[in-house]
């Protein structure tokens, strides 16, 4: 009869903790580490503490300033899902391998489930449905006009990441666009009709 | 009009049914408006988590909750009945215990906190090895069934007979194969987990599930919960990813209902991804040992072989009937099966259950029969297919594969590119090769209800208990109620998603696409009828006469003659017109069919030096009876191709042999195909009017069953040398080269 002890390849599936120690963002470590902790049974004892208390913040996301309450832990992610009725970003993974929360701040194209909401005061956050509205996004209407979507999962997050690209690349070629956009997953399989969403908004030229 | 028989206006006749339209809901989708279950947010919602088990194999021996429940934001603690002490955990993942908190930090806070003892059990997880799996005694008899075309004399012992009758065979076989294939487990990998948010009005249950089975999950609820079914009410209005995972609220569905009804909150209990691919559905592994014997032009005379399979902890796996060899029906053959039971997750139905293993460790059998040969990979396959009259083939008819084949080798340009296995012309270390694999799939329609509802106004909507798992069934209905009242297919309005309305199968097999067309073309049949005869006694003409279309309905010719779509409706009175639609499954119809073929080939880049595969083309034709969606039937087939490169050439479950470890299970590791990986795909629908006629017949299936043997065979093609275990990792490209000599 053991307490379990496990390390290493028995980790429950909490996996937020190695992608930010490594990322040098020592408040989300801390903050994580709730999560590190679940992965471990051992850790219990001497787990690092854990910052409290709850603040309200405001976050310019979409063009509007909003108020939102967030501990340190809080994710934009989360915030803007349970707080502000923006779920078009994703939780489909926790280490922004998916790309399935990719917003844009100040216009770079990064995974809400890897920034940390206190972190991002001042900071322009555009979020997927600042792109639909009565007169969507040429990248939304090229996705529907080339059915690049099925269960629709993973195509917010692909919507924001071909908008990026292509604000930054305009005239990309189609190889540039099968290189450019592979932090995205997609498991219903939709890459061939994105290539030609893409491809669209190119010759669109918008 | 009034002949109220059922049928699909002939191709050249239609306004809506095949043609190429955006999806009704792609809008709302892309731009991020769409609510899935994982979306919802309900007052005072609490957010729960659950531990999954660290360990592949123990026993549980305590659990001590008392610090987890004083976390700050910690609601309530819930252990779940299988990891009560005392009970044993078969496979890591298992879920143990679940917290619901204010946060989601809180509930994995309070999740560090839970104190557990766990007694280590005994670990087995090497599946593809069998002879380990016997020696832990894992491996146990799955059938098998042995036919030869001779049939003993009276005085013959049967067992004799056999053995001496395939003794005979291969003796007279002038080709001989021995070979080994097989195709690594692999998850469904839903990028939406499983899971459910609920809510409790008084004794009534409301849940948001992500699942495959809107109309069948309500009485699952009230099973486990002890309520009447009428009291639950499921909903999914959009689900992200069902591959036939889906089709229960599963136990912690049920606990999360539990937990909402103990904290008198609602609750949302989603699984994490390791825990989405740990626990939550796998496709069995197959490995295979094959003898088989041809003639001189190839065809194939008998078939020997033993497979094992695993479907994981709760064993099963791909079974030898009907699918062993894959479609080709050899006149002799014997066949065994072994199933070994290992400690991780359980399987569950995976798109075309058993097919793409089937295909992938058999059709790889009949490619390497053509190397032996140094013939043309495509004429041995077409040489197997028979003929209607005599096949040696079973599913869709040979004479469908074969006109599949000539129009996939044209759009391939298959006799230009092809070379001899392991003798094409190498540019620096990169090799080229042609593959190709065929399949069939039933895809006959589901139950399925609607009612109708047409306004006086002429609006027009739907109540089907049906879901939309990404394929387009919202547009579908559409089209066909567009087709059948002569409307746009965009103001029609469909209502489904929720378990109170009419029922309708679950998504699984191909089967829905058949069951709405069949409920809903119905419908709309008999409720144009009624307001044919409305018409008709408005015009004074007779209702036989009329005709619906463009928006208006009357005498076909004479423009006077006729009342515009809303005129018509205004005839209804003042309350709507409501029409029931009904198909039971298997009742013969001229609407909707089963049985499809298809085929497709995959043309690879293989570099010698690193054992990477890279598709440069990739052909699929298929046969699917009348097409309702064509856009979104394409897009289907397309990302059947890309599931099944995934699979074919990365994705793969790696267990870790002595802990019992899923060592892949979060996306960083589990690889799947990305955007760049996908090559050119050729998507071509076989829809001639022999086919078509038919009806509608599913597609979900088939397109997904080919890739691994077509993308296997390539990659034998252009080197010489068969990598025999899928997915085609550069690991294994490069070991089999070693073992060959070829590196």
Redesign the interface.
């Known amino acids: 009869m053991t307490e379990s002890t496990i390390k290493g390849p028995g980790d429950p599936g909490f996996s937020r903790r190695d992608f930010l120690r490594g990322s040098g963002a020592v408040a989300a470590a801390t903050a994580l580490q709730t999560h590190a902790a679940a992965a471990n049974q051992e850790g219990q004892a001497a787990g690092p503490a854990i910052v409290r208390g709850e603040t309200t913040i405001t976050l310019q996301v979409n063009g509007e300033s909003k108020k939102v309450t967030v501990e340190p832990r809080t994710t934009l992610l989360e915030v803007l899902r349970t707080q502000l009725d923006l779920t078009g970003a994703k939780p489909i993974s926790h280490d922004g391998s998916s790309g399935g929360s990719t917003v844009m701040i100040d216009g770079k194209p990064m995974s809400a489930s890897t920034l940390l909401a206190v972190a991002l005061v001042g900071k322009k956050i555009q979020t997927v449905e600042s792109l639909g509205g009565p007169k969507p996004d040429a990248v939304v209407k090229a996705f529907v006009e080339h059915d690049a979507l099925q269960c629709g999962f993973c195509t917010p997050g692909f919507v924001m990441a071909v908008r990026a690209f292509l604000d930054k690349h305009p005239q990309a070629t189609e190889a540039e666009i099968r290189g450019g956009l592979n932090g995205n997953i997609c498991r219903c399989g939709t890459y061939a009709n994105i290539i030609q969403a893409a491809i669209a908004v190119v010759k669109g030229g918008k | 009009m009034a002949d109220n028989s059922y049928s699909w206006p002939k191709a050249e006749e239609t306004s809506a049914l095949g043609k190429r339209v955006?999806?009704i809901?792609?809008?709302e989708?892309?731009?991020?408006?769409?609510?899935?279950t994982?979306?919802i947010?309900l007052p005072k919602q609490l957010?729960a988590r659950a531990?999954?088990?660290?360990?592949a194999h123990c026993k549980i021996?305590s659990i001590d909750t008392s610090?987890a429940e004083k976390v700050?934001g910690v609601v309530h603690v819930h252990v779940f009945e299988k990891a009560k002490p005392g009970s044993e955990i078969q496979w890591?993942?298992e879920l143990i215990a679940a917290i619901a908190a204010e946060?989601?930090?809180a509930a994995?806070?309070g999740?560090?906190?839970?104190?557990?003892?766990?007694?280590?059990l005994e670990v087995f997880v090497d599946d593809a090895n069998l002879a380990a799996a016997q020696a832990a005694n894992r491996a146990t008899k799955g059938g098998g069934k042995e036919q030869t075309e001779r049939e003993p004399g009276d005085d013959d012992d049967e067992k004799e007979f056999v053995t001496a009758e395939f003794a005979r065979l291969f003796k007279e076989s002038k080709y001989v194969i021995d070979g080994f294939y097989g195709i690594d487990a692999i998850t469904h990998?839903?990028?939406?987990p499983h899971g459910a948010t609920v809510a409790w009005n008084g004794d009534k249950l409301l849940a948001y599930l992500s699942t495959q089975n809107v109309s069948g999950t309500d009485e699952q609820f009230a099973d486990g919960l002890k309520i009447a079914a009428d009291d639950v009410e499921v909903r999914c209005e959009?689900?992200?990813?069902?591959?036939g995972s889906k089709f229960a609220p599963d136990y912690w569905g049920v606990a999360a209902a539990e937990i909402s009804r103990a904290t008198g909150r609602p609750v949302k209990l989603?699984l994490?991804?390791?825990?989405e691919l740990?626990i939550a559905g796998n496709r069995p592994s197959a490995y295979l040992k094959v003898k088989l014997g041809a003639d001189a032009n190839g065809v194939i005379q008998v078939w020997d072989s033993e497979h094992w399979t695993s479907g994981g902890a709760t064993g099963g796996g791909v079974p030898h009937n009907g699918v062993i060899p894959y479609v080709f029906e050899p006149k002799n053959y014997r066949r065994s099966q072994i199933n070994i039971q290992t400690n991780l997750g359980p399987q569950r139905a995976w798109r075309a259950p058993n097919h793409p293993q089937a295909c992938a460790i058999t059709h790889t059998a009949i490619d390497d029969l053509a190397a032996r040969m140094g013939a043309d990979s495509m004429d041995i396959f077409l040489r197997n297919l028979g003929t209607d009259d005599a096949r040696r083939i079973g599913g869709a008819k040979p004479s469908v594969y074969r006109a599949e084949i000539e129009l996939a080798a044209k759009l391939m340009d298959w006799k230009a590119k092809w070379h001899p296995h392991g003798k094409g012309a190498a540019k620096g270390s990169v090799v080229d090769g042609l593959g190709l694999a065929i399949h069939t799939w039933g895809g006959g329609a589901n139950d399925s209800n609607c009612n109708l509802k047409i306004h006086p106004d002429g609006s027009v909507e739907t109540f089907c208990g049906t879901q939309d798992?990404?394929?387009?069934t919202r547009t579908a209905i559409a089209l066909v109620l567009s087709e059948t009242l002569g409307i746009p297919y965009t103001g029609i309005k469909v209502n489904l998603g929720s378990s109170k309305l009419p029922v309708s199968g679950p998504s699984g097999g191909s089967t829905t696409i058949g069951g709405v067309s069949e409920s809903h073309r119905r419908a709309a049949t008999d409720a144009l009828a009624k307001i044919g005869d409305l018409v008709a006694k408005k015009l004074g003409v007779a209702a036989d006469t009329l005709v619906a279309a463009n928006s208006r309905i009357g005498v076909k010719g004479q423009p006077d003659k006729s009342l515009s779509w809303k005129e018509a409706c205004n005839l209804i009175g003042m309350r709507p017109l409501e029409v029931t639609g009904s198909f039971k499954r298997g009742t013969p119809s001229p609407l909707s069919n089963s049985t499809v073929g298809g085929v497709q080939m995959a043309h690879v880049l293989v570099d010698k030096d690193t054992g990477v595969v890279k598709i440069n083309k990739f052909v699929a034709v298929q046969d699917m009876g009348l097409v309702v969606a064509r856009?979104?039937a394409?897009?289907?087939i397309?990302?059947?191709?890309?599931?099944g490169i995934?699979s074919a050439l990365f994705e793969q479950r790696i267990a870790?042999r002595a802990?019992g470890?899923f060592?892949n299970?979060?996306?960083?590791d589990y690889k799947?195909?990305?955007?760049?990986?996908?090559g050119d795909?050729v998507v071509e629908i076989y829809e001639p009017e022999s086919e078509r006629s038919r009806g509608v017949i599913g597609l979900g299936e088939p397109p997904v069953i080919s890739p691994g043997a077509a993308i296997s065979n390539a990659v034998a093609n252009a080197l010489g040398v068969r990598v025999p275990v899928l997915p085609l990792t550069p690991q294994r490209v490069l070991e089999a080269l070693q073992k060959a000599g070829r590196a």
């Open positions: 955006n999806r809901d792609g809008v989708k892309a731009s991020g408006r769409a609510k899935y994982y979306d947010q957010i531990l999954g088990c660290p360990h021996v610090v700050p890591q993942g946060s989601d930090g994995v806070e999740l560090s906190k839970l104190k557990i003892q766990y007694e280590m990998c839903c990028l939406e959009h689900i992200g990813g069902g591959f989603m994490d991804r390791d825990q740990k798992l990404g394929v387009g856009k979104q394409e897009s289907q397309y990302g059947a191709i890309i599931m995934a870790d802990s470890a060592l299970s979060e996306l960083r799947l195909a990305r955007l760049g990986d996908i795909i």
